[in-house]
Every structure is written in structure tokens, then in C-alpha cells.
């Protein structure tokens, strides 16, 4: 168990040093580098390394990333509409805008979830 939490825990400094790093460029640098730097699965690199600490094969890993490839929908999905929230958010909040993006994102991914049992395509992702 201390090495999961061990493992967990870099995890967590690599990550967050990621988006430490795309959230100063997008500040105080250039927001469309940040961007670009952002669409790189960079955040995916965490996650795969914690799964090939503990023993998961290049095939399992292969299948999260097609999986994650075919979930990008989601992300364009939420990212679109986190824009026009904020884009339209007359207080100048986070906290509504990104409150309604995750019941659209938890609609869409219910449909997808859906989607995906219906026509019977779980072997495109396990």
C-alpha cells in the first residue's frame, strides 16, 4: 500500500508541474502556445507511467490511449462549451460556467457511455 501512495504522490508532482508549467505559458506568455502545448497528451504521460510502474502491459496501456482517443469527442464537446459559458458568464466567474460544462460533459458522456454498450464496441476499448 505505501507504494501505491508513494507512486500516487509522483504522480501527482508530475502532473501538476505540467499544468504548472501550460497555466504560466498561457498567462504570461502566449495563450495559443499554451494551447498547442496543451493538445500534446502530456497529461496522459502521468497516468501511463504510474500504469507501467505497476506491471500493466504495453497492450492495456495501448488500449487506454485508443480509448482516450475515441473519448477526445468528450473534450471538444466540454471544451466548446466552457468557452461559451465563460464567453457569456455576465459575473466574471468560473464557478457557474465551469458548473455547467460538467453537467454538459456529464450528459454527453452518459450518451457516449450509452453509445458505446448499444452497438456493442467495448472490445474498442478494454
Known amino acids: 500500500m505505501k507504494e501505491i501512495i508513494y507512486s500516487l504522490i509522483e504522480n501527482f508532482v508530475l502532473g501538476g508541474s505540467i499544468v ?66 465563460i464567453r457569456e458568464d455576465k459575473k466574471e466567474s468560473l464557478w457557474l460556467p465551469i458548473s455547467k460544462t460538467f453537467g454538459v460533459w456529464l450528459i454527453a458522456s452518459m450518451i457516449f457511455f450509452a453509445v458505446i454498450k448499444y452497438f456493442k464496441l467495448e472490445d474498442k476499448f478494454i
Do not use: D, E, Q
Open 20 to 85: 504548472v508549467i501550460i497555466s504560466y505559458i498561457c498567462t504570461f506568455f502566449n495563450p495559443l502556445i499554451g494551447a498547442i502545448l496543451w493538445s500534446f497528451p502530456i497529461s496522459l504521460l502521468p497516468t501511463l507511467f504510474f500504469m507501467k510502474k505497476h506491471g500493466k502491459k504495453s497492450k492495456h496501456m495501448a488500449n487506454f490511449t485508443r480509448s482516450t482517443t475515441y473519448a477526445l469527442i468528450l473534450l471538444v464537446i466540454s471544451t466548446g462549451f466552457l468557452s461559451i459559458f
